[in-house]
C-alpha cells in the first residue's frame, strides 16, 4: 500500500468558518477536474501537520510533535471506510460553506418598502379626503348655488391655513423671485379654472357622472405630455384611450342628471387640471427654479384666491353676507358655514397631498391614481346620496375604468427602439 498522510485543517474566521479533511499521498496529486476555491489565510487556533517519509508508510505530527498514527489509521479505516483513498478517490476534502453576511441590498430593499408604505398611506389619505370633500361641497353647492364664490372661499380658507403653518414656522416660508412668480403665473391660472369648473358642473349634475367625465384624464395628459414635456405615446397607450372614450360616451348617453353645462365644464376641467400637472412636473424638474412640493401648493393657492376674488364679485356679486343668506336665501347659515368650512379643509388637504403625489411620481402615475380614485368617489357618492343608475350607465362607467387600468399597464410598456 502506497504511503498517505493525513492532515486536518481548522481555522475560525469572525467572516466564515472554513473546515478542510484531506487524504492524499505523499506525492502531491492535482485533480484535474476540480478549481479548489480560495479563501482568505486563516488565523489557526491549532494546526495538524504531516510529513511522509519513505522509510515510515505513516507519520503524523501536531504542531510539530510526533504522535502514534497506525491504530489510528486502522481505526479510521474501519470506521470510516470512505477517507482510505481508492483508485476512485485518490483526494477527499470536506469545505464548510462560507457563512454570508448581511446582503448590502437590504436597506436598498427596506427604503423601497417604506417609500412604498408612504406612498400608499398617502394615496388612501387622498381618497379618504376626497369623499368628504365631494359630500360637502355637494351638500353646498346644492343650496347655495354660486360655484366661484364658493371656489373663492375655499382658496380663501386654504390661504389662511398656509400663512398659519409659515407664521408658526411649521414649513420654511419661500423666498420668491420674479422669475418664479412668472413661471407660476400660468399653474396657479390652470389651477383657478380647473377648480371652478369642476364646481360648476358639482353644482348642475350627479356627483358621479361629474367624475366618470373627469375618467378622461389620461387621454389629456397623453396629449399635453406629447405637447409640453415631447412623451410620444405607444400604439398600446393609444388603444387603451379608445374604451376610456368610449365608456364615458356611453355613460353621459344615458346619465340621467345629463345636462350640457355640466357636461362640458366637467370635460373642460380635464384639460385644465391636467395641464397644471404636466406644468408643474415641468416646473418641478428645474433645479433652478424649483420649489418643494407644499410650497409650490401654497403660492399656487394664494394666487388663485387673489385671481378669483373679483372674478367672483363681479360676475356673481356680493352673495355671502348673512343678511342676504337669510333674507333672500333663505337658508341656514350655520349649517351652511359648517358645511362650507368642512369642505373647504379637505379641500386645502387634498390638494396638498396631491401635489405631494405628484412630486413622488410621473404624471401619467398620478393621472392614473386620479382615476382610481374617481372610482372611490363614484361608488361612495351613488351609495350616500342613492343616485339612481341605470344598467348601461353602469356599464359605460365600467367600460371606461377598464380603460383607465389598460392604459396604466400600457404606459410600463417600454417602446422597442428603432434600429437603422
Same mark, same amino acid.
Given at each position: 500500500m502506497s504511503p498517505y498522510s493525513l492532515s486536518l485543517l481548522?481555522?475560525?474566521?469572525?467572516?466564515? +468558518?472554513?473546515?478542510?479533511?484531506?487524504? %492524499?499521498? $505523499?506525492?502531491? +496529486?492535482?485533480?484535474?477536474?476540480?478549481?479548489?476555491?480560495? %479563501?482568505?489565510?486563516?488565523?489557526? +487556533?491549532?494546526?495538524?501537520?504531516?510529513? $511522509?517519509s519513505s522509510?515510515?508508510?505513516?507519520?503524523?505530527?501536531?504542531?510539530?510533535?510526533?504522535?502514534?498514527s497506525h491504530s489510528f489509521l486502522l481505526s479510521a479505516r474501519k470506521s470510516f471506510p470512505f477517507l482510505v483513498s481508492t483508485p476512485k478517490f485518490a483526494s477527499f476534502r470536506v469545505l464548510a460553506a462560507s457563512l454570508p453576511e448581511a446582503g448590502s441590498d437590504e436597506p436598498t430593499k427596506s427604503?423601497?418598502?417604506?417609500?412604498?408604505?408612504?406612498?400608499? @398611506?398617502?394615496?388612501?389619505?387622498?381618497?379618504?379626503?376626497?369623499?368628504?370633500?365631494?359630500?360637502?361641497?355637494?351638500?353646498?353647492?346644492?343650496?347655495?348655488?354660486?360655484?366661484?364664490?364658493?371656489?373663492?372661499?375655499?382658496?380663501?380658507?386654504?390661504?389662511?391655513?398656509?400663512?398659519?403653518?409659515?407664521?408658526?414656522?411649521? +414649513?420654511?416660508?419661500?423666498?420668491? $423671485?420674479?422669475?418664479?412668480?412668472?413661471?407660476?403665473?400660468?399653474?396657479?391660472? @390652470?389651477?383657478?379654472?380647473?377648480?371652478l369648473?369642476?364646481?360648476?358642473?358639482?353644482?348642475?349634475? @350627479?356627483?358621479?357622472?361629474?367624475?366618470?367625465?373627469?375618467?378622461?384624464?389620461?387621454?389629456?395628459?397623453?396629449?399635453?405630455?406629447?405637447?409640453?414635456?415631447?412623451? /410620444?405615446?405607444?400604439?398600446?397607450?393609444?388603444?387603451?384611450?379608445?374604451?376610456?372614450?368610449?365608456?364615458?360616451?356611453?355613460?353621459? /348617453?344615458?346619465?340621467?342628471? %345629463?345636462?350640457?353645462?355640466?357636461?362640458?365644464?366637467?370635460?373642460?376641467?380635464?384639460?385644465?387640471?391636467q395641464s397644471r400637472n404636466v406644468l408643474s412636473k415641468k416646473l418641478m424638474t428645474n433645479e433652478e427654479e424649483t420649489l418643494d412640493n407644499i410650497n409650490l401648493y401654497s403660492v399656487i393657492t394664494i394666487i388663485s384666491f387673489i385671481l378669483l376674488v373679483p372674478f367672483a364679485i363681479l360676475v356673481e356679486g356680493v352673495?355671502?353676507?348673512?343678511?342676504?343668506?337669510?333674507s333672500a336665501a333663505g337658508l341656514n347659515v350655520r349649517v351652511l358655514c359648517v358645511r362650507s368650512v368642512l369642505a373647504a379643509l379637505c379641500f386645502h388637504a387634498y390638494q396638498q397631498v396631491s401635489y405631494m403625489i405628484l412630486q413622488m411620481v410621473s404624471p401619467v402615475t398620478h393621472s392614473v391614481g386620479n382615476c382610481v380614485k374617481r372610482v372611490v368617489v363614484i361608488v361612495s357618492s351613488v351609495i350616500f346620496f342613492q343616485t339612481p343608475v341605470s344598467p348601461v350607465n353602469t356599464l359605460g362607467t365600467g367600460v371606461a375604468l377598464v380603460?383607465?387600468?389598460?392604459?396604466? /399597464? @400600457?404606459?410600463?410598456?417600454?417602446?422597442?427602439p428603432k434600429t437603422n
Open positions: 481548522a481555522s475560525l474566521n469572525p467572516k466564515m +468558518h472554513t473546515l478542510s479533511l484531506s487524504l %492524499f499521498p $505523499s506525492t502531491p +496529486h492535482v485533480p484535474n477536474h476540480i478549481t479548489t476555491p480560495k %479563501f482568505p489565510p486563516p488565523l489557526s +487556533h491549532s494546526h495538524l501537520s504531516s510529513s $511522509s522509510s515510515s508508510p505513516l507519520s503524523l505530527t501536531i504542531d510539530g510533535l510526533p504522535c502514534p427604503s423601497s418598502m417604506v417609500k412604498t408604505l408612504q406612498l400608499g @398611506a398617502m394615496l388612501a389619505t387622498w381618497y379618504l379626503l376626497n369623499i368628504y370633500f365631494n359630500i360637502y361641497n355637494k351638500q353646498v353647492l346644492k343650496v347655495y348655488q354660486f360655484p366661484a364664490t364658493v371656489t373663492a372661499f375655499q382658496f380663501g380658507f386654504a390661504t389662511l391655513m398656509i400663512n398659519l403653518i409659515w407664521t408658526l414656522n411649521l +414649513h420654511p416660508r419661500p423666498n420668491i $423671485s420674479g422669475s418664479e412668480i412668472a413661471a407660476i403665473l400660468p399653474l396657479a391660472v @390652470a389651477h383657478t379654472m380647473g377648480n369648473l369642476t364646481n360648476i358642473s358639482l353644482g348642475k349634475v @350627479a356627483v358621479s357622472f361629474t367624475h366618470t367625465i373627469k375618467a378622461m384624464e389620461p387621454f389629456f395628459t397623453v396629449v399635453l405630455s406629447a405637447l409640453f414635456l415631447g412623451e /410620444r405615446p405607444t400604439f398600446w397607450v393609444v388603444s387603451s384611450l379608445v374604451p376610456i372614450v368610449g365608456g364615458v360616451a356611453l355613460a353621459s /348617453r344615458t346619465e340621467v342628471s %345629463f345636462n350640457w353645462i355640466g357636461f362640458s365644464t366637467a370635460m373642460a376641467s380635464n384639460l385644465t387640471n352673495k355671502f353676507t348673512p343678511s342676504y343668506l337669510q380603460g383607465v387600468f389598460l392604459y396604466s /399597464r @400600457a404606459k410600463r410598456i417600454k417602446p422597442v
